[in-house]
């Protein structure tokens, strides 16, 4: 009885871990059998190009999908009428007549996607077009229209399912890719200031500032797909475009950072300044971690008095020492990193300002 409550409660666990992807495979299943049932009925010549656009164009938000399905149609219509105006005008009676008409229909559209990725699918529908006759027995005119009649109908069916069998959302998946870039920020941010002790490896520095770049490069990814969701009931969803933008300054901010600490601080300051540096890259992460979990669960933000606190002894006790003329007869290179760290951190109080705002009003309008 205990190995088989084990086992029940492994496999409620595996499906919980991967239930997105349930989801996705349900959603391609359903779509396929919708786009073959409905091209049984309206009696289509060759359903398989409609499971197959189905199947295709079913993706894993909604957002995404609506992106496929017009890109797609573009590149079906526009491949469509092109490749069935060179049958028409072109004869193509044996082999290497149509040789030659498929490759002046192919290499201009193959062109023209590689230009414009909206007209990917010209060239494969062109080859369709010209090809499918012979194969079928039916006009290119008609050849053509089926292309597309099939194309529309994979689409709406990938559409329709997308929107309605377990919908995922771009919106959301935007929201919690920022709060994971928040929360790796959060959790990079002790290596970087580490660099004001002692010396880094920069091998381990450029690690942290690239995972930490393609962390906000998904979530921006993802945002650019929920830009197609906001459609009919979906366009009441608050933009994402204040909340992406102060994720990237914030992410410009730990690059300031990480080249101020190329090198310790020199001895002068490193005595008045590492203990309150210290206390606020400790503020800091605790309070990006905090707001990564509130953006995640739509909850209001942290408050934000411990890392105010924070920034107001460094400042003060920064202040003081330049008072003291401490820089004085420091090399060059180091007094610019000092700057830049002052900066930087002047500049990520007023983004981290920002981030609550917008992770408030994400929560208001969740």
């Known amino acids: ?45 060759l359903p398989l190009w409609t499971v197959l656009t189905a199947i295709i164009l079913t993706q894993a938000n909604f957002g995404r999908s609506v992106k ?25 009676n044996s082999e290497l007549s149509l040789a030659g008409v498929l490759a002046l229909a192919v290499a201009p559209l193959a062109f023209l996607g590689a230009l414009n990725p909206s007209f990917g699918s010209a060239p494969f529908t062109g080859a369709l077009v010209l090809l ?59 290596d970087l200031f580490a660099g004001f002790w002692e010396p880094n490896d920069p091998a381990v520095y450029a690690r942290l500032q690239d995972s930490v770049g393609q962390a906000v490069a998904k979530a921006e990814t993802v945002a650019a ?9 979906f366009a009441t969803q608050p933009e ?8 990237l300054r914030l992410r410009h901010d730990l690059v300031m950072i990480g080249r101020a600490a190329a090198a310790p601080l020199p001895d002068a ?32 933000p942290p408050p934000p008095e411990a890392v105010e606190t924070a920034f107001d002894d460094f400042g003060r006790i920064g202040d003081a020492a330049r008072a003291e003329h401490l820089t004085l007869g420091l090399p060059v290179d180091a007094v610019e990193r000092v700057f830049t760290l002052r900066f930087a951190l002047d500049q990520m109080r007023l983004h981290l300002q920002d981030l609550e705002r917008c992770v408030r009003d994400t929560a208001r309008r969740r």
């Open 1 to 45: 009885m205990n190995g088989a409550r084990i086992r029940w409660t492994w496999l409620g666990m595996q499906v919980l871990e991967r239930r997105a992807h349930l989801a996705l495979s349900l959603r391609v299943t359903i779509a396929a059998l919708l786009a073959f049932a409905i091209s049984n009925m309206m009696s289509l010549r």
């Open 68 to 92: 496929a399905t017009l890109d797609y149609l573009v590149g079906t219509v526009g491949g469509a009428i092109y490749a069935g105006a060179v049958s028409v005008l072109v004869p193509h």
């Open 132 to 190: 499918v006759p012979g194969l079928a027995h039916v006009g290119p005119i008609e050849s053509a229209v089926d292309r597309v009649l099939e194309v529309a109908i994979g689409g709406s069916t990938a559409l329709a399912v997308s929107l309605l069998v377990f919908p995922a959302r771009a919106h959301s998946h935007a929201i919690e890719a920022a709060a994971r870039a928040l929360d790796l920020m959060a959790r990079s941010l002790p």
């Open 225 to 233: 797909e929920a830009r197609h969701e906001r459609i009919g009931v």
């Open 240 to 247: 994402l475009g204040p909340l992406l933008r102060t994720v």
């Open 269 to 300: 300051l490193h005595e008045r300044l590492a203990a309150p540096l210290a206390r606020v890259a400790e503020s800091i992460a605790e309070h990006l971690r905090g707001t990564a979990e509130a953006l995640a669960a739509r909850r209001e």
